[in-house]
């Protein structure tokens, strides 16, 4: 059986406190986006991994799909399966393309197994696996809180604009993106500012990784400005990660752009 495993992007994303177990609690809006990963299980004697495509850090012993396996066969018996990802999402980009392998993954063994889990049921397991992989079991627009785990309806539709993400060839790691960031609460939800027409977004919506990563990344920072010049009405960081995104309202192409970075369109 196979899946197509989608990214996501982050429109906004405030870090709003430090949490007594170390985590942050944050407000967002996850998205999601048509840039796919392509996940296969196949009966094997034994369980495995095999990564194709883009190279990721790390062995496939270690991959996020096979803990989503072993994490559902402790509570199911689950015959050996050979796990087959071919990785296009890129990785450190803040696009969630882990998370949302080991979500389809879930949803995967639970059609061909014929688990009968409840949605709630695979959000609890793929809770137990990443803050937001959860998000993609449902993998519609949600405004996240919490540690990006707590999800509520959002209205938010970008299908008639032109969505264009933008990944320098740089790898942002959590540590990078939270290193000197400064926790705060605006008094304004994110759920309410996302109500805001777009063309509002630029000056009201925040990435508040922004304010570190470009410090270490100015490259990351120079993409965005590039993004506004070419007439995009809002652009910005995607989750903690190097990718940056730019809503346009017609098609676009970018081939200054395409020199130094790798250039997704109509996603």
């Known amino acids: 059986m196979l ?23 944050l407000e967002t809006v996850f998205y999601p986006i048509k840039i796919n990963d392509v996940i296969e299980i196949t009966d094997a004697e034994e369980t495995t991994c095999e990564i194709k495509g883009i190279d990721i850090p790390g062995s ?59 949605v709630p049921q695979m959000e609890d397991y793929a809770r137990q696996l990443g803050a937001d992989c959860a998000f993609f079991i449902s993998n519609k627009p949600v405004f996240a809180e919490g540690k990006g785990d707590e999800f509520s309806d959002v209205e938010v539709d970008l299908s008639d604009y032109r969505v264009v993400l933008v990944k320098p060839p740089v790898h942002v790691s959590t540590a990078d993106a939270y290193s000197g960031i400064m926790p705060h609460n605006s008094g304004v939800s994110l759920k309410e500012l996302i109500r805001l027409p777009l063309k509002d977004w630029k000056s009201n919506l925040n990435n508040d990784f922004e304010s570190t990563v470009f410090l270490k990344y100015p ?49």
């Open 3 to 25: 899946a197509f495993a989608n990214a996501k992007i982050n429109l906004g994303l405030y870090v709003t406190e430090k949490r007594p177990d170390g985590y942050h609690n």
């Open 60 to 118: 496939a012993e270690d991959n996020i799909c096979l803990k989503a396996f072993e994490l559902l066969k402790k509570d199911f018996d689950l015959p050996s399966q050979k796990i087959t990802l071919l990785k296009n999402i890129p990785v450190g980009a803040g696009l969630g393309g882990g998370s949302s392998d080991a979500a389809f993954l879930i949803k995967l063994l639970n059609d061909k197994f014929e688990l009968e889990l409840s």
């Open 219 to 267: 490259e990351i920072a120079a993409v965005k400005d590039l993004l506004y010049h070419e007439g995009a009405i809002f652009a910005a960081m995607s989750g903690s990660g190097s990718s940056v995104f730019a809503i346009f309202e017609n098609e676009v192409r970018l081939p200054e752009l395409e020199k130094n970075n790798k250039v997704f369109y109509n996603i």
